[in-house]
Structures are given as structure tokens and as C-alpha cells.
């Protein structure tokens, strides 16, 4: 197998984490491969992976992760999508759909808490997605940043009962999603896998 476990709430690469003790699996690639790709499909079963769709031309899956319970229970999972654009130049695009509590989302985000929160839903949406038939209104994240740099832009709501996090870097990003973006759910999409571009750099998250 070529994903390699490690903790959720940071980069640390072995259970149990220094700092977090005992916790859900990350589940991650040394390097983004339609091989890699295809195991994570498999540990993730039953469990939605969003990407943009299409994928714009130029642009590669750059990275992808999934967190699985002790009992082998998807939790989460993670894609990224990295190109350019001609306002912010090199962008990456990094999609978390989680359960509760789990925290993935969190750590993308710089986020002080696991969850957005309840309160999103008190104010005007920042942003909408399509997945499927459904519109997924997507609010705006505060985060921290530990260097005084706020290089990124986060929105999250709910999709299927579960938290939808996109994590857009550098933050001028986000307004790419003011183009009606589609996320496409592509645990069943089957054969149309082997035409998707990988490699280039892995971000740090």
C-alpha cells in the first residue's frame, strides 16, 4: 500500500502523535498518482471525494488524503487541485468533506475550532457550489495564522449531512468562486479516472 498513516490535527507521521495521542488514521500519498489515487478510493468507500469538475485545463490533482477510524471507518477526505490563474497566479484549491468533529478541515483551515460552526448559517452565504442537483451555500471562516500571514481563504457549510470545507490559497482565490463551480463526487465515476492529470508539487497543509 502506498498511503501511510498519520495524524489528523497535524504533520506528525506516526499514531500514536506526540501531541494528539490516539485518533482517527490519516491516510495520505508520498506523491499524487492515478495508483495512489485508486487505494484511496478504496479505503474511502461509501465516503464522498469532491473535485472541481471539470478540471480546468492546466490545472492537476495534486494531493489527496483520507481519515479513517480505528475501525477502519471513513471519516473524511481531502483532495487538492493546483494550477494558475491570470489574477493570483499559482492557486491551490483543497477540498475536506468530513464528519463532525473530526478536524481535518480545521487543520487545512488554520481554524481555532474542528467544526465551522452553527453560526455560518446567521449571515448571508460568501459563496455557492454545485454538487449534483444541489446548490451548497458556503460561508466565510475565520482563521489564524501563527506568522501573521493570512495566505489563505476559507468557506464551509454543509453537504449530505456532513461538513464541506475549501481551503483557496493565495486568499485573493476565493473569488474564483464566483464562477458557478461544480464539485463532483468521483468515489463512482469509474473509468473517466484515467484521463485525470496528477503530479506537480504536493502543498504543505
Same mark, same amino acid.
Given at each position: 500500500?502506498?498511503?501511510?498513516?498519520?495524524?489528523?490535527?497535524?504533520?506528525?507521521?506516526?499514531?500514536?502523535?506526540?501531541?494528539?495521542?490516539?485518533?482517527?488514521?490519516?491516510?495520505?500519498?508520498?506523491? &499524487?498518482?492515478?495508483?495512489?489515487?485508486?487505494?484511496?478510493?478504496?479505503?474511502?468507500?461509501?465516503?464522498?471525494?469532491?473535485?472541481?469538475?471539470?478540471?480546468?485545463?492546466?490545472?492537476?490533482?495534486?494531493?489527496?488524503?483520507?481519515?479513517?477510524?480505528?475501525?477502519?471507518?471513513?471519516?473524511?477526505?481531502?483532495?487538492?487541485? +493546483?494550477?494558475?490563474?491570470?489574477?493570483?497566479?499559482?492557486?491551490?484549491?483543497?477540498?475536506?468533506?468530513?464528519?463532525?468533529?473530526?478536524?481535518?478541515?480545521?487543520?487545512?483551515?488554520?481554524?481555532?475550532?474542528?467544526?465551522?460552526?452553527?453560526?455560518?448559517?446567521?449571515?448571508?452565504? &460568501?459563496?455557492?457550489?454545485?454538487?449534483? +442537483?444541489?446548490?451548497?451555500?458556503?460561508?466565510?471562516?475565520?482563521?489564524? +495564522?501563527?506568522?501573521?500571514?493570512?495566505?489563505?481563504?476559507?468557506?464551509?457549510?454543509?453537504?449530505?449531512?456532513?461538513?464541506?470545507?475549501?481551503?483557496?490559497?493565495?486568499?485573493?482565490?476565493?473569488?474564483?468562486?464566483?464562477?458557478?463551480?461544480?464539485?463532483?463526487?468521483?468515489?463512482?465515476?469509474?473509468?473517466?479516472?484515467?484521463?485525470?492529470?496528477?503530479?506537480?508539487?504536493?502543498?504543505?497543509?
Amino acid at each position: 500500500m502506498s498511503l501511510a498513516a498519520g495524524c489528523v490535527r497535524c504533520s506528525a507521521p506516526v499514531l500514536p502523535c506526540p501531541d494528539h495521542g490516539e485518533g482517527p488514521a490519516l491516510w495520505r500519498p508520498p506523491e &499524487a498518482t492515478y495508483d495512489a489515487f485508486a487505494e484511496h478510493l478504496a479505503a474511502s468507500r461509501q465516503f464522498p471525494t469532491y473535485l472541481p469538475w471539470p478540471i480546468s485545463p492546466g490545472w492537476t490533482v495534486t494531493d489527496f488524503a483520507a481519515v479513517a477510524d480505528q475501525a477502519g471507518r471513513p471519516r473524511a477526505t481531502l483532495t487538492c487541485t +493546483s494550477g494558475t490563474s491570470p489574477l493570483d497566479g499559482p492557486v491551490d484549491v483543497v477540498v475536506v468533506a468530513e464528519e463532525a468533529g473530526t478536524g481535518l478541515g480545521a487543520r487545512c483551515a488554520r481554524s481555532r475550532y474542528d467544526d465551522p460552526g452553527a453560526e455560518i448559517g446567521e449571515r448571508p452565504p &460568501a459563496a455557492k457550489v454545485r454538487i449534483g +442537483s444541489q446548490s451548497v451555500s458556503l460561508w466565510d471562516v475565520s482563521t489564524h +495564522s501563527f506568522d501573521g500571514e493570512f495566505d489563505r481563504s476559507v468557506v464551509a457549510g454543509e453537504a449530505g449531512g456532513r461538513w464541506l470545507w475549501i481551503v483557496l490559497r493565495p486568499a485573493s482565490a476565493l473569488l474564483l468562486l464566483r464562477d458557478d463551480w461544480i464539485l463532483r463526487d468521483v468515489s463512482h465515476v469509474g473509468p473517466q479516472l484515467v484521463e485525470l492529470p496528477f503530479g506537480a508539487h504536493r502543498p504543505a497543509w
